[in-house]
Nanobody, 120 residues
């Protein structure tokens, strides 16, 4: 059974930082691209960024470029989303995902999400 479990969300002031983590079990971790998505209240789920199975390539939505960084530790089966210079508009539930398509998708497996709230 595949499980993706996010952690690290919380409440932070604008300008602050958070690091989200995604623990993975039940799949051959190294073969999958990994993505982060988010969904704000009343909005559709949005692609945030992704990292290739090797870690050599990353992709980010324009709104987070220069502020967010995705990394992975294949030995620990962990994926991370370092979020700096957070803004109130980054408030959302953040999901990690795993897939074998392109960096933008499709993604086959999803976590339950972790809430990030940025106060102004």
């Amino acid at each position: 059974q595949v499980q993706l479990v996010e952690s690290g969300g919380g409440l932070v002031q604008a300008g602050g930082s958070l690091r989200l983590s995604c623990a993975t079990s039940g799949l051959t971790f190294n073969f999958y691209n990994r993505g982060w998505f988010r969904q704000a209240p009343g909005k559709e789920r949005e692609f945030v960024g992704s990292i290739s199975w090797s870690g050599a390539r990353t992709s980010y939505v324009d709104s987070v470029k220069g502020r967010f960084t995705i990394s992975r530790d294949n030995a620990k089966k962990m994926v991370y989303l370092q979020m700096n210079s957070l803004k109130p508009e980054d408030t959302a539930v953040y999901f990690c995902a795993a897939g074998k398509g392109t960096l933008e998708g499709p993604y086959d497996y999803w976590g339950q999400g972790t809430q990030v709230t940025v106060s102004s």
